[in-house]
């Protein structure tokens, strides 16, 4: 059956091409990373930075930022908080 022939020869290097893309897929694993935070897989594409022993994308770390630059508020208004719930606690008790 030789009109099968060329076919199956494609057949086969296909498997070999996903082979070859397997073989590749696993070279590139020693740069890929999963970030610690939302699970994506860091590449080229996406930056990545070692934290401690974990490894966090660009967008976390971003994330990071913001609610790092936000932490002295965010303490604050927490200790604000935490004040005013005292009060509301002695002014119940007396
Ligand atoms: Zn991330």
């Known amino acids: 059956m030789p009109e099968d022939a060329p076919r199956n020869d494609s057949a086969i290097e296909s498997i070999i091409e996903g082979k070859k893309m397997e073989a590749y897929a696993e070279h590139r694993t020693k740069d890929m990373h999963c970030c610690a935070l939302c699970g994506n897989i860091g590449y080229r594409k996406r930056p990545m930075r070692p934290v401690g022993?974990?490894?966090?994308?660009?967008?976390?770390?971003?994330?990071?930022?913001?609610?790092?630059?936000?932490?002295?508020?965010?303490?604050?208004?927490?200790?604000?908080?935490?004040?005013?719930?005292?009060?509301?606690d002695e002014s119940l008790r007396t």
Do not use: F, H, T, Y
């Not at 994330?63 to 719930?85: F, H």
């Open 53 to 88: 022993s974990k490894w966090i994308c660009i967008d976390c770390l971003r994330a990071l930022k913001e609610v790092l630059e936000g932490l002295d508020q965010w303490e604050a208004e927490i200790q604000l908080e935490k004040e005013m719930s005292k009060k509301i």
